[in-house]
């Protein structure tokens, strides 16, 4: 069903190769010589997989270390010091609840839009003006986190037409951008600006997929717009729903940390803090890399046991889910 | 529709009541499905509406930006900063910043790590998708090798500690080789080069071209238009990142563009050599805007040859598989 399903990319595999007619009876070293100019060609991606997307894991090895940056991973073996020094730490609890609200306010308010923005454009009967609303909602994707910020500071910032209109209708002036109180709804409404258009490609492509005759059966039944919706269109693109809420869930604990990092110190700790730049400015800045070492593993396997576990539910409700 | 047709023919008669519904629309020509009822005045207005708030929404702060950054001093004091439309437009804001110094600087450094970036992507990922495009020994396990690192990836300490372990730290390849292989840029290919018929590359393979040749001669040829889709991601994915300059550059004077803008323009630190005191020098909020608007353009310049691609569904066809 798409590009994460593991096991069924892999039984398509290309086509036959020549003079592979009895691959079975070649000797493992006959095959990888024949193979050989095609493992060379594979050879640096894989060099690359293993030097930062595998080897780094190793790396976790020291949130059970009190790890000295100068005797690096031979530092003294603490056990699980560095996670009870993280458990009584009130900033990561303060970090976790913080990145649990924008986790769930995202998945509210972010998770449908681009579903429903897709359903409205998809109604659009026009090819030309549907391209001219793709053209225009797909391009803030393509613009990197600190040029949003900053396009977010002119409109809604101290001199932007925001703060502007309100001073005009007589109201306080308010710079969202600095107000803590906010700061929970700015995150998930420029993730929502940014993202949603470009989000809506692979809806559109699954709802391109239903079939027309369902439809038109549909409506020679008397089914109507609304009564389509429920029961052809909804159901049509509920695998790829599901699918991509799985890789959501994945992320609970991820939240936009590059959009976070940019903004945090505007809006103080206690507001802008979760688990991401909790590691980074304790960690990497602040030098504490055995405790936020055990935060960030404990991301991680939270991250990787939801994924399972959502794809066991999926399953269980008869669908594809992420992987089989 | 293709379906009934072939499903009316095998019973021996045409699907009558089916075809009649769709002739009777066929005539607007406007890829209106004949069973689609018309829409009312009011969930038309209400459509429209919803539409023209989301343009404006997303391309508000582009103009707000372009016009800021054209802004003279007369034109910020005026309005207490908020620029609409600058009645005095001048590039002084941009002469200021290409004159030299930092940003003059970071600029040359972004271009140089997005193009050679690239280049390297390019090479790898390529030659990567081309040799799991076919059966060869172990190619299952190195494609489910690089798609599990979608799903799971280091946290930000191991990957610190793994490019200091490599020598990268305060180095420019920290910023290139820790992204160099995008594991869905690497399914985009496989899928397409997978569509290349094997009978052509059999029939090379015959003629007596080995693997090099058929990657070179047929296979990137053939794929000119997805390799340049996926070389403009890499492109847009190394020009935008931040976040890897932070971690892995200590010293400021090596910084990329995004970096910079995020001092100068997110934190508000005062940009050296701007602000002077000199007649006719540009308000600090022109040359911020104008620092955003250079770190814009690479974007939007390709960003019509992106799009191209969404709207044409090429790509989208790939990542569904």
Known sequence: MSAVDVNRAAGTLGGVRVGTATPARLSLWTRIWRDRLMLLFVLPGVVYFILFGYLPLLGNIIAFEDYLPFVGFDSPFVGFDNFRSMISDTAFWQALSNTIVITLMQLIFYFPAPIMLALLMQSVISTKIRRIIQSVVYLPHFISWVIVVSLWQQVLGGSGIFVHTLRDLGLPAINVMTEPGLFKALATSQLIWKETGYATIIFLAALLNIEAALYEAAVMDGAGRWQRLWNITLPGILGVVILLLILRLGLTLTVGFEQILLQRNAVGPAAGEVLDTYVYFKGIVGGQWGVTAAAGLIKGIFGTAIVIAANKLAHRFGQEGVYS | ?321
């Open chain 2, 1 to 321: 529709m293709i379906e009934a047709n072939a499903s009316g023919q095998l019973f021996g008669r045409p699907p009558a009541p089916l075809k009649s519904v769709i002739d009777a629309g066929a005539g607007g020509g406007d890829g209106r499905p004949a069973w689609l009822e018309h829409e009312t005045v009011l969930e038309k207005s209400v459509k429209t509406a919803v539409f023209v708030v989301v343009i404006l929404a997303v391309l508000y702060p582009f103009l707000s930006v372009l016009a800021t950054s054209l802004a003279s001093e007369p034109d910020v004091i005026q309005n207490g900063g908020l620029v609409i439309w600058p009645e005095h437009p001048t590039l002084s804001a941009y002469r200021t910043i290409f004159q030299g110094g930092v940003v003059t600087r970071a600029i040359e450094v972004s271009i140089g790590i997005t193009v050679i970036g690239t280049l390297l992507s390019m090479a790898v990922t390529t030659a990567m998708a081309y040799g799991l495009s076919r059966r060869i020994v172990g190619g299952r396990f190195f494609l489910l090798m690089a798609l599990t690192t979608i799903l799971f990836t280091p946290g930000i300490i191991p990957n610190y500690l793994a490019v200091k372990q490599y020598g990268l730290l305060n180095s420019y390849a920290a910023l290139i080789l820790p992204i160099l292989v995008n594991a869905f840029n690497l399914i985009v290919l496989r899928q397409f080069f997978m569509n290349i018929p094997s009978e052509l590359l059999d029939a090379a393979k015959i003629d007596g071209a080995n693997d090099w040749d058929i990657l070179l001669q047929i296979v990137i040829p053939l794929s000119k238009a997805v390799l340049a889709v996926v070389a403009l991601f890499y492109a847009v994915f190394y020009w935008n990142d931040f976040f890897r300059a932070l971690l892995y550059l200590n010293d400021s004077a090596m910084w990329p563009l995004q970096l910079v803008l995020r001092l100068y323009v997110v934190q508000g630190a005062p940009l050296p050599g701007a602000g002077d005191v000199a007649e006719n020098a540009p308000p600090l909020e022109s040359i911020q805007m104008a620092v955003v608007v250079v770190a814009m353009i690479p974007i939007l310049m390709v960003y019509p040859f992106l799009q191209r691609y969404f709207t044409r569904g090429v790509l989208s066809g790939a990542i569904k598989g």
